[in-house]
């Protein structure tokens, strides 16, 4: 009896040992898997071990590019056999930038753009924020929407805000509203739709389509848009202002997002539309920096309003055709056959 007991103490070392041993390994084939992991899916994040290979860098970039929405024409891959080709005898970034040039513009259209380390991605970084203004005037409310090119919340937040309250503000006394998209060349559009939330009946208000004809559906709630179950720019519960009629003024600066704005008014009863054709960038892009910091603006999907219409990258037609001088004064002379202003 007393040999066994240094005996299983023996073995319960040896247990622990083992034990030991084998959470170690463990460890250490968990690190490497997970380091295995970071290296392959790391870069989709923006996230690197090492700096990339020339060759990684442009396979990095292909595989990003394959989701432009028009990467299933003809064009495509022989223009993607050249970006990888040109890759295999570049010794830096910047030599594979023209063929980056042509495969952004080839899989992602005329709304796309190839941005080069150490440029300004656009005016967005140091442009101003023009200020959204709603006024009054003889029962009739107009909403100007400029572009929302500023990428800080705040600025974004103050853009919704501002347009939200004034329609809050303006409710009580106003017979037909006036939304005026003239001019107004894009940025982002959750600002300007949050800030019309009131304006637009909750539910479906646009889809982004990809190539394989699968939908983002963009939605009105009472705080804001959604896509998804995400609320990006949130102005708090609104009460609708609805059921008068809403005139939209357009012309052929009203692009990107600002035609977004301008497809969500479609379909929705009591809107008529006034001015020239729209700009025809009716698509959504997405943004992607590669290593070096230079940044793939890829459009990925068209815009497909709530009639079931797929604008494709065209020129979104007025209902009422106007000089853009003259489409405020045929709005309001509108507004006025429909009861409103005198």
């Given at each position: 009896m007393t040999a066994a007991g240094p005996e299983r103490k023996s073995r319960r070392?040896?247990?622990?040992?083992?034990?030991?041993?084998?959470?170690?390994g463990a460890l250490a084939?968990?690190?490497?898997?997970?380091?295995?992991?970071?290296?392959?899916?790391?870069?989709?994040?923006?996230v690197y071990l090492v700096p990339?290979?020339?060759?990684?860098?442009?396979?990095?970039?292909?595989?990003?590019?394959?989701?432009?929405?028009?990467?299933?024409?003809?064009?495509?891959?022989?223009v993607r056999a050249?970006?990888?080709?040109?890759?295999?005898?570049?010794?830096?970034?910047a030599e594979l930038y023209p063929a980056l040039g042509e495969a952004v513009a080839v899989a992602g259209g005329p709304h796309s753009r190839f941005i080069?380390?150490?440029?300004?991605?656009?005016?967005?970084?140091?442009?101003?924020v023009p200020a959204p203004t709603v006024s009054s005037e003889g029962g009739i409310t107009t909403v100007v929407l400029p572009e929302m090119l500023s990428t800080d919340a705040d600025d974004q937040d103050a853009y919704a805000i501002t347009v939200a309250d004034g329609i809050d503000r303006a409710a009580a006394g106003t017979c037909g509203w006036i939304v005026d998209l003239r001019g107004n060349v894009g940025g982002n559009m959750y600002p300007m739709l949050s800030g019309v939330t009131a304006l637009l009946p909750d539910g479906p208000a646009l889809s982004f389509r990809d190539?394989?004809?699968?939908?983002?559906?963009?939605?009105?709630?009472?705080?804001?848009?959604?896509?998804?179950?995400?609320?990006?720019?949130?102005?708090?519960?609104?009460?609708?202002a609805t059921g008068v009629p809403v005139a939209v003024l357009q012309d052929d600066r009203t692009a990107s997002s600002g035609e977004s704005v301008?497809?969500?008014?479609?379909?929705?009863d009591g809107v008529r539309t006034f001015g020239t054709p729209s700009a025809g960038y009716t698509s959504a892009?997405?943004?992607?920096?590669?290593?070096?910091?230079?940044?793939?603006?890829?459009?990925?999907?068209?815009?497909?309003?709530r009639t079931g219409r797929n604008h494709d990258e065209r020129s979104i037609d007025p209902d009422q055709p106007a000089t853009a001088s003259a489409s405020e004064d045929e709005a309001r002379a509108w507004l006025r056959e429909q009861g409103c202003g005198g």
């Open positions: 070392r040896r247990r622990r040992l083992v034990g030991a041993t084998v959470a170690v084939a968990v690190t490497v898997v997970g380091v295995f992991a970071l290296d392959v899916y790391g870069p989709r994040f923006g990339p290979s020339v060759q990684k860098y442009a396979e990095i970039a292909v595989e990003r590019l394959d989701r432009g929405y028009h990467t299933d024409s003809a064009e495509w891959p022989p050249a970006l990888l080709e040109a890759a295999a005898h570049a010794s830096t970034y080069p380390s150490g440029e300004e991605r656009s005016a967005e970084a140091t442009a101003s190539r394989h004809g699968s939908d983002a559906v963009v939605t009105v709630r009472p705080n804001g848009v959604a896509l998804g179950e995400n609320v990006f720019v949130d102005v708090g519960d609104r009460a609708k301008l497809a969500s008014f479609r379909g929705v892009n997405a943004s992607t920096t590669l290593y070096d910091g230079a940044t793939l603006v890829l459009t990925e999907s068209a815009y497909v309003d």
